[in-house]
């Protein structure tokens, strides 16, 4: 992870913290989370490389997942193992996925879990006015359940 924070993963961190610092930021947000992953992917630094971490906690009965892509990560990682996160989560979960805005042209994010949608393993469910606590329009998905 610290690897990740010096090549600037970890955007919402202090920058310019020592070890210890990181450390104990890092530490802090995962003392909030019920689950965190590290996600795997094929890169040319080897097999099983590292391309981001996903944190999750409880909201009511769903689970909300947040993803945090490290910077070598490619397009290509980010859709596998994004993909295959889902996959395997939804055999023992429900997720809900709230992407800020409503147009995948303005939103990055959105768009790229429209894409994501197209694997199968999430559906969009809507668009949410003022949603909290950001708020903002929130575009909806959650995951379709493995029996």
């Not at 993803?67 to 290509?76: H, L, Y």
């Not at 023992?92 to 694997?119: E, Q």
Request: net charge neutral.
């Amino acid at each position: 992870m610290w690897g990740a924070y010096v090549k600037g993963a970890f955007a919402s961190f202090e920058r310019n913290m020592d070890e210890t610092g990181f450390a104990a930021a890092f530490y802090g947000v995962l003392e909030n989370c019920d689950f965190a992953h590290v996600l795997i992917a094929e890169h040319e630094r080897g097999p099983k490389t590292p391309v981001g971490i996903v944190a999750a906690a409880y909201r009511d009965y769903w689970l909300s997942p947040h993803v945090e892509w490290f910077p070598w990560a490619s397009a290509r990682n980010k859709l596998e193992s994004i993909v295959y996160y889902l996959h395997e989560m939804r055999r023992n979960h429900f997720l809900i996925l709230t992407i800020k805005g409503d147009d995948p042209k303005r939103s990055p994010d959105l768009h790229f879990f429209s894409h994501v949608k197209d694997y199968g393993v999430i559906r969009q469910i809507g668009v949410v006015e003022d949603m909290p606590p950001w708020r903002e329009r929130m575009t909806l998905f959650h995951t379709k359940v493995i029996l």
